[in-house]
């Protein structure tokens, strides 16, 4: 798997350049679930496309920019579903965005996610990855990724990022939320996954929620590219994720593009929405 990590550091680098000296406007195309497309979200995924064609022991990817899977070498062990520019839209009001990737074997589900990455593009460029253990790596003069630290959350967080657009909440979930609120914790919420998500877990905890709403009673964040990626680094630092009642890891998608309510957090937080949720 070694191999897969350095193409991730290789189309880290490209992405990175890109992203500081390249267009952000839009092109004239549209993803599979309807985005516009921004220049930098197609050149990201060429990026990685190729980095990843050049890896004998990758069977298939899937990208959250494209419809269909890619078969790349049928000798390969390993599929990988990523997203190549997560919270793209941010980019022209110059916040950070990032990639983020999950490695299979057999197919997409929780149970098969074998391990996960995901880069930060923002003021220093930041690697996380997760195997046995979540370890976070920083990209030096040289291009070169240099251990920086190991990852481990708290039992509780200070932190509350609440996603999603609060007309369209539940009554026990605005409550929740407000308890929340009304105990101490902070509002930090950037509209980036990535970076939503890197903030809590450097921070030691707290609670990241996209829940199911009237509007998108299945929330809007992807099992693959995105969800599942994201819970296997929550429990492997020591926290947890669910999608209100069930751990988001025991979950098979019927589709590589399907979305889940989700909730990232330390223990005493999943703990609050198991209850409100329950
Ligand atoms: O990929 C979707 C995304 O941009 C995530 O990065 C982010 O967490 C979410 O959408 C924000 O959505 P909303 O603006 O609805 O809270
Ligand atoms: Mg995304």
């Known amino acids: 798997m070694t191999e897969i990590f350095e193409a991730i550091k290789r189309s880290a680098v490209k992405i990175n350049e890109a992203i500081m000296y390249d267009d952000t406007g839009y092109s004239k195309e549209c993803n599979s679930t309807g985005d516009t497309q921004l220049k930098l979200d197609i050149k990201s995924d060429i990026f990685i496309e190729n980095e990843f064609k050049k890896i004998t022991s990758i069977k298939e990817i899937v990208s959250e920019e494209k419809e269909n899977k890619t078969s790349l070498h049928a000798k390969g062990e390993y599929l990988i579903g990523y997203d190549p520019l997560d919270g793209s839209s941010l980019l022209d009001v110059d916040q950070s965005v990032g990639s983020i990737f999950g490695i299979y074997k057999h197919n997409y589900s929780g149970k098969n996610l074998l391990a996960?990455?995901?880069?930060?593009?923002?003021?220093?460029?930041?690697?996380?990855?997760?195997?046995?253990?979540?370890?976070?790596?920083?990209?030096?003069?040289?291009?070169?990724?240099?251990?920086?630290?190991?990852?481990?959350?708290?039992?509780?967080?200070?932190?509350?990022?609440?996603?999603?657009?609060?007309?369209?909440?539940?009554?026990?979930?605005?409550?929740?939320i407000d308890d929340i609120f009304k105990d101490g914790y902070r509002l930090r919420y950037s509209g980036g996954m990535v970076l939503d998500l890197h903030h809590i877990l450097l921070k030691g905890g707290g609670l990241f929620s996209y829940p199911g709403t009237s509007d998108l009673p299945k929330g809007k964040l992807r099992l693959v590219f995105e969800v599942f990626p994201f819970a296997f680094i929550f429990e492997k630092a020591g926290g947890r994720s669910i999608d209100g009642k069930n751990r988001i890891l025991d979950l098979t998608p019927s589709h590589p593009h399907d979305?889940?309510?989700c909730f990232f957090g330390s223990n005493s937080e999943i703990d609050r929405v198991l209850k409100t949720y329950e």
């Open 259 to 261: 979305t889940s309510p």
């Open 116 to 176: 996960s990455a995901y880069v930060v593009y923002g003021p220093r460029v930041e690697l996380v990855i997760a195997t046995d253990k979540v370890r976070m790596y920083r990209l030096n003069r040289k291009d070169e990724f240099y251990f920086y630290k190991e990852i481990k959350l708290n039992q509780k967080g200070k932190l509350n990022a609440p996603g999603s657009t609060q007309m369209c909440w539940s009554v026990h979930h605005r409550k929740m």
